[in-house]
């Protein structure tokens, strides 16, 4: 289907054909790159005004008919569906626009929401950092107070469950191995006080660990006020009483020297989470296992837990 119109006062003659429209200049101007089509008075005649826009460059092209031609062009334009799909096209471009627009607000939302995210973790962790630190000075100073050299104090952090944490603070020293094993003791004990009262990292308690120092390490519980140097006892203030003990049986002795070492220090352990650190005894078992104790060990701990 086709529709010619008659040029008039210099203007072209011009035709509707499927695709677009064709002068008698032999320009062509497609339908898709119609951005705006209207049809219009100007003087006595009927003025047809296209404008197209191409790679980004956009061009008016005005047609004159006569004016009794008006009422057909407008005609022809409905008929050939030019104007609709001008309409369609600018929908399209303004859906596109839209999407365009959402997209960007949704990346700018999402981008803001994934910083303000790590905002806060980073803000937490340097929190965290900075409190680990300050609680190591003031460990040091605890330490160094107390007669120990060439100090360096490393903070641990522990749980058991997976929502309870604390801290043990492992002290390293120079001087440490030249205390008598009861004056070992008696230092931890001032050293555990001081920092078990006034030391915290984010609300999380914080409790004096191993000892190093030279190439051994030493563990003290204060509870049966025991030291291990690398895992041998070197020192045993008083052993924690049980019921046979209480009576006097003297079968209890041989029995306790029976227990294998592994459940001894277990227990150990035990009661020193269970007293010193206020675990309960899920808490308490929990922690055993995560250490790497066997089940019988953990197992007399729990048994023999005063």
């Known amino acids: 289907m086709e529709y010619h119109f008659t040029g008039t006062g210099g203007s072209p003659d011009f035709t509707f054909i499927a695709d677009g429209i064709i002068d008698g200049t032999g320009k062509f101007i497609f339908y898709t790159a119609i951005k705006n089509i209207k049809v219009t008075r100007k003087g006595g005649n009927a003025a047809l005004i296209i404008t197209t826009a191409e790679s980004g460059v956009k061009e008016q092209c005005v047609y004159l008919v006569d004016g009794k031609d008006e009422t057909a062009l407008k005609a022809a334009l409905s008929e050939m569906g030019v104007i609709s799909k001008v309409d369609i096209k600018r929908n399209v471009n303004k859906q596109v626009r839209r999407f ?162 592994e459940s001894k220090n277990a227990l150990s352990r035990a009661e020193r989470y269970y007293h010193d650190m206020d675990l309960s005894k899920s808490q308490v078992r929990k922690q055993l296992e995560y250490e790497g104790y066997e089940r019988d060990a953990i197992d007399y701990a729990m048994k023999n837990l005063t």
């Not at 973790?121 to 003031?138: D, E, F, K, P």
């Not at 050299?149 to 749980?159: E, G, H, Q, W």
């Open 100 to 261: 365009k627009n959402s997209i960007t607000k949704k990346t700018i939302f999402v981008t803001t929401a994934v910083a303000i995210f790590l905002g806060s973790c980073l803000g937490w962790y340097i929190n965290r950092q900075i409190q680990v630190r300050n609680a190591a000075n003031s460990i040091t100073s605890i330490v160094e107070a107390c007669g120990l050299s060439d100090v360096t104090v490393d903070l641990r952090r522990i749980s058991n469950d997976g929502r309870t944490h604390w801290y043990y603070a492992d002290v390293t020293c120079s001087n440490w191995g030249e205390l008598k094993p009861s004056k070992m003791l008696q230092t931890y004990q001032e050293m555990e006080n001081s920092v078990g009262s006034k030391i915290k990292v984010c609300k999380e308690r914080v409790s004096l660990g191993n000892i190093y120092s030279g190439d051994d390490c030493y563990k003290v519980y204060t509870f049966d006020k025991s030291v291990y140097k690398n895992k041998d006892v070197i020192y045993k203030g008083c052993v924690p009483s049980t019921s046979a003990s209480k009576h006097g049986s003297s079968s209890a002795s041989s029995k306790t020297d029976e227990i294998p070492q």
